[in-house]
């Protein structure tokens, strides 16, 4: 439809059937007519009232769909999280207390199992800063399960762990009384939310280096990379 002008088609004459045949064009077709012509889809629905009043079309009926066709191209365009999307648990994990709801089925992070402890960025997470090593959600593990979640902008994230134990390497000091503790695990995403949907069923591999402090607190320090599922994981190697 490259040949057709708009503004021609609103201020010309046509016969009851061809009027007939090119409202339905429009309607299909408003998208694309803006693309063509330059103009604004709000200027190709302006013109197409004009085109409506004098080929008495009801405008209604050629652009009712508009909202729902722009709220659809709206979605499809709206860019995914980064992936993989690169995180670091950072700070000395406390019990949770006064917790959000992270909209995840069966989760509650206020019954005294869960502790506690901050996401930094390293790569950027929609809807935060690009500031170095902003704090941009909070880091819960439940204590009686195998289950993490993530509170993040615009989503959360549910993980259980699949792969990884503090016997993997030996203690190291941390020169004031505790051990370090260097390890890798493996988690799959259960639950994603918000803008983070498209992981569920991803992927995420922690490389750690957890400081269990001569107080018997405990302080993180764990890159996590995330990736949407669909593929290998990030950390799957082959010598074939």
Known sequence: MKSIGFRQLATGRLGRGATVLVASL???TIP???QDSGNSQLQVVKDCHTFASIHSVRCQ???SSLPERLAAQ???AKPAPNDPMVLLLK???APAVN???LGLPGINLN???WIVTEIHSVTTVPGSTNQSSAVVGHFYAQTTSALVAYDLPGGALLMGFTAGSFDENPPVSDGNGGVFLQETWDLTILKATGIYSQFAGGHNHMVDRFDALANGLSDESCFCIISVGGGLPLWWTSND
């Open 26 to 28: 429009i309607t299909a």
């Open 61 to 63: 009926a050629i652009t």
């Open 111 to 113: 019954d005294g199992t």
């Open 32 to 34: 694309a007519l803006a």
């Open 74 to 76: 709206g979605a499809a």
């Open 91 to 93: 700070g000395i994990y």
């Open 99 to 101: 917790a959000p709801n």
